[in-house]
């Protein structure tokens, strides 16, 4: 996917609500009262779209429809990886 960023610099518009990330077709409708869950291909092809991409969080989880606090939980072990720290919380794959 390429991203074309406007003078904000952010993505806004830019995720097409029928994408598919990891499997996970974003174009259901859910319910506000279930919770939803992410396999950790999902989380990994997400933090790797947003670093790799340079997009906004907050852009992204709006276009997604995806809880900011969440995305952000799984960008920060990816973040310190990359930093060459070990990792924190829990890993999306067994190579972490």
């Given at each position: 996917m390429t991203a074309v960023h406007g003078a904000s610099g952010g993505c806004?518009?830019?995720i097409s609500p029928e994408t598919s990330i990891g499997g996970i077709h974003?174009?259901?409708?859910?319910d506000q009262e279930t919770r939803r869950t992410f396999n950790a291909d999902f989380k990994l092809q997400l933090v790797q779209m947003i670093r790799e991409q340079g997009l906004n969080v907050g852009d992204v989880c709006r276009d997604m429809k995806l809880g900011e606090t969440a995305v952000r939980r799984w960008l920060a072990p990816a973040d310190e990886e990359a930093?060459?720290?070990?990792?924190?919380?829990?890993p999306f794959?067994?190579?972490?």
């Open positions: 806004a518009g830019l974003l174009d259901k409708e859910h930093a060459g720290r070990p990792g924190i919380g829990k794959t067994a190579k972490q």
